[in-house]
Structures are given as structure tokens and as C-alpha cells.
């Protein structure tokens, strides 16, 4: 089944990139659709005694998939018994968003990797977990739910779209990611800055807190760090999120950069050596007293023993999955 659809994303690939994308994710949600009953026994071959549970969730195996290929909340069944422990959705904002201007995503081939400047395109936090609550029920992973403020609201006033949507996201999400370091929306990532950062982690600390008290359930909140943070900043930015409850760190984001014209968000080969150096940095610091997802330019066994070094807990991955497919979850999971 695997080589079947390894061989149909090779032709989407001759294909603009995210026409190749929507085909991709529609091409493979039919196959789930049709070969179910196969693929999740296969599903369930592949991550036998691979569980490992953090923060009282569950998860079948290490490897998840990263936020920005499932913008909708509709292929969480589809993807996830790929193989995938954890699937991220969004980044959901309170409002719909078109994204940015094309062209906005390039294949760097040669390098591995992908530049995007999309914008968080999203159909809406209300629209974005309703096709989730539809679409998860054959999935027996982790599913979390990335959050961020829309384009026209201002820094000043960005925490209250994060608040709505973790209010939105809290009840259904297994856990939630806080993407305030998203180089493709202007001026975003000021949020981790000395003027902003403690002021928004408070906010939502506190709304997290009720949300906690009110429905009884704890869902985990995990901060998405940028490669591109000054090192100055990093001990602030995690020591104000231990303090208010942030659960763990997801690192790292998308490195700022340009070609061909295109401003924005690097992904694979090119990411990963700032990636490691980030964790490297987050590690020190963290010391284990939050969980870690590593995240950037992980495409082979080597870079997960080189992240389990240090101190990753879990691992994402998305450039590789885009270029390899399915192979690339079968050889992760052969180590972890």
C-alpha cells in the first residue's frame, strides 16, 4: 500500500506544490476510506510496544506529524494510521484566513527542503475542530491543535484570539500548541518579546486555569519556539512558561529566509542545523522539567538519536514527510 501511494506523491510532485498537497491529502484519505480495515491493523503492527505516555496522554509511538499540512482538521484518520504516534492540526485563528499572496510555497529539491510564506491559511478555529470531531474517531493517536491570532489583530491585543481559541480548542484538543513564532505573519513574532510575552503567557495561564476547573479535564499547552530566537531571550521565554504552566516546548519552528523571490519559513535540510542548536539551547535550560518535541530537518534515524541526545521527548516531522512519504515514518519508527 505504502509503495503505492510513495509512487502517486512522486507524480503530484510534478504538480504546483500545494495543488500537489490538496491531491495528497485527498488521494490518501480515499485509500483510508477504501482499505481501512488493512491499514489500521497495519497501523497497529507497526506501533505495538512502541507506547510511551507523557502528561497522562497516551501516545503509540514518538513520531508525530507537525502543524501545516493538515490546515483543516480533516485528514487526522488518514494520515495518523500512516504510522504517526500525534497529528497537529492548524494553525487555527479565531477567524478564517485566505494567507498570504501567491506565489507563497517553493520545493528547494536540491537542499531537501521547502519555503513557505502562506500565512496561516486556515478555515477558522469553529470550522477547523468541527471537521476534526468528524474526522479523528479512527485514529487512536494524539491529536493537538496548533493556535494563533489572526493577520489584522494587533500585538496589543493578540492575546485575546489566542484565548478564544484555546477556549474553542481546550474540550476536544488532547493538547494544544502555541505558535507565536510563525515567520509568515507579520510582526507575530514580536509576541515572544520582553514587551509582550509575559503579559500573553499570563492571560492564558490564567484562562487555561479556569478552563481546568470548569470541565474538569487537563489539556497540556505546549509554546512553539522560532530557530531565529535571540539566545538572550530563551531563558526568559521558558522560565515565564514553566511558571505558568506551560507543559512542554516545541522546537523549533521555521527559519526565516529567502529564495527565488520568496520571503519566509524554511523548513528541512537547510533548518536543521539551527533547529539542533535551538533544542541544544532549550535543553540546558528546560532540564527536564517540560517535555520536548523536536521539530525541524528530522528525516533519518541519526537526527532522532542526535535529538533524544538532547533532550526530546517526541519528534515531528513534515519536509520529510512531504518528499519520502510513508518510507520516511516506516525507517523513523524502526529506531524509535
Given at each position: 500500500m505504502n509503495h503505492?501511494?510513495?509512487?502517486c506523491l512522486k507524480l503530484l510532485r510534478l504538480l504546483p506544490p500545494e495543488v500537489s498537497s490538496y491531491l495528497s491529502?485527498?488521494?490518501?484519505?480515499?485509500?483510508?476510506?477504501?482499505?481501512?480495515?488493512?491499514?489500521?491493523?497495519?497501523?497497529?503492527?507497526k506501533t505495538k510496544n512502541k507506547n510511551i505516555s507523557f502528561l497522562n496522554l497516551n501516545f503509540p509511538n514518538r513520531i508525530g506529524l507537525?502543524?501545516?499540512?493538515?490546515?483543516?482538521?480533516?485528514?487526522?484518520?488518514?494520515l495518523g494510521n500512516l504510522g504517526f504516534g500525534f497529528i497537529e492540526v492548524g494553525t487555527f485563528t479565531p477567524s478564517p484566513q485566505k494567507g498570504n499572496e501567491y506565489p507563497r510555497i517553493k520545493r528547494l529539491k536540491s537542499k531537501d527542503s521547502l519555503i513557505n510564506r502562506l500565512g496561516f491559511n486556515n478555515p477558522g478555529i469553529d470550522i477547523g475542530l468541527e471537521n476534526l470531531k468528524r474526522n479523528r474517531s479512527n485514529f487512536n493517536g494524539i491529536v493537538g491543535v496548533s493556535i494563533g491570532k489572526n493577520k489584522n489583530t494587533s500585538l496589543e491585543s493578540a492575546h485575546l484570539d489566542y484565548i478564544y481559541c484555546l477556549k474553542k480548542a481546550y474540550p476536544i484538543a488532547d493538547y494544544i500548541a502555541l505558535n507565536i513564532s510563525s515567520p509568515n505573519t507579520e510582526g507575530l513574532r514580536e509576541l515572544s518579546s520582553e514587551d509582550y510575552f509575559r503579559r500573553l503567557i499570563f492571560e492564558i495561564n490564567t484562562q487555561a486555569t479556569k478552563l481546568f476547573k470548569d470541565l474538569h479535564k487537563f489539556t497540556p499547552l505546549f509554546l512553539k519556539i522560532s530557530p531565529d530566537e535571540n539566545e538572550e531571550r530563551i531563558e526568559e521565554?521558558?522560565?515565564?512558561?514553566?511558571k505558568n504552566n506551560i507543559s512542554g516546548f516545541i522546537v523549533s519552528n521555521t527559519t526565516l529566509g529567502e529564495f527565488?523571490?520568496?520571503?519566509g519559513g524554511i523548513s528541512g535540510g537547510l533548518l536543521k542545523d539551527k533547529s539542533v542548536k535551538i533544542l541544544q539551547i532549550v535543553n540546558e535550560i528546560n532540564a527536564n522539567r517540560g517535555i520536548v518535541i523536536s521539530s525541524g530537518g528530522i528525516s533519518s534515524k541519526e537526527d532522532l538519536r542526535q535529538r533524544r541526545k538532547y533532550g526530546a521527548d517526541l519528534f515531528q516531522i513534515y519536509t520529510s514527510f512531504v518528499y519520502e512519504g510513508p518510507k520516511v515514518i516506516?525507517?523513523?519508527?524502526?529506531w524509535s
Open positions: 503505492i501511494i510513495y509512487f491529502l485527498k488521494m490518501n484519505k480515499l485509500f483510508f476510506l477504501i482499505f481501512r480495515s488493512s491499514i489500521k491493523k497495519n497501523y497497529q503492527a507537525g502543524a501545516g499540512l493538515d490546515k483543516e482538521g480533516k485528514y487526522v484518520e488518514s521565554i521558558i522560565e515565564s512558561s514553566l527565488e523571490n520568496i520571503s516506516d525507517d523513523l519508527l524502526s
